[in-house]
């Protein structure tokens, strides 16, 4: 079998997030197996010890780039299909979507559409997406003062 960069990638991206997400609320996630293949399992990354603690179902994405321009002149642009696959993705899991992605050299940032109050974020309404977009690291620390996860930790 030839080796897939862009799949090595994405691979290694769900890793990071996985350990990184463990460090943040002190529980255990881990890439979902097969990820998201299995029917009753969705997304890309899970709390592996307690599957109903997390309330989000996480959806990773690492683009060499993203064309934010597309997001107010094109229909279709990658973000809304990254969009629509976590949507999707969380319906089945019963869970808010939660989109992480990075581009090539950037930081890691979410898109999410909740109650979560981030002090600095970006909202995009366009060709009937909505959806707010932070850096990883600012929702985190949102989540962890605004919800009770972190005492659960």
């Known amino acids: 079998m030839a080796y897939n960069k862009s799949k090595a990638k994405g691979s290694a991206f769900e890793a990071k997030i996985a350990a990184s997400l463990t460090i943040d ?11 998201g293949a299995l029917e009753w399992m969705k997304g890309d990354i899970m709390c592996i010890v307690d599957t109903a603690w997390f309330p989000w179902c996480i959806e990773c994405k690492h683009y060499k780039e993203i064309n934010f321009n597309s997001l107010l002149t094109a229909k279709s642009a990658d973000m809304y ?16 979507p939660l989109l992480i992605f990075r581009w090539d050299r950037s930081k890691d940032f979410v898109a999410y559409d909740d109650d979560i109050i981030v002090d ?22 949102a989540v962890k003062s605004q919800t009770d996860l972190a005492k659960h930790s």
């Open 25 to 35: 609320f002190g529980k255990q996630f881990r890439r979902v197996p097969l990820s």
């Open 81 to 96: 299909s990254f969009w629509e696959q976590t949507q999707r993705e969380a319906l089945v899991m019963e869970k808010k």
């Open 120 to 141: 600095s974020f970006m909202e995009v309404n366009s060709f009937g997406h909505k959806f707010k977009i932070a850096l990883l690291t600012d929702w985190v620390k």
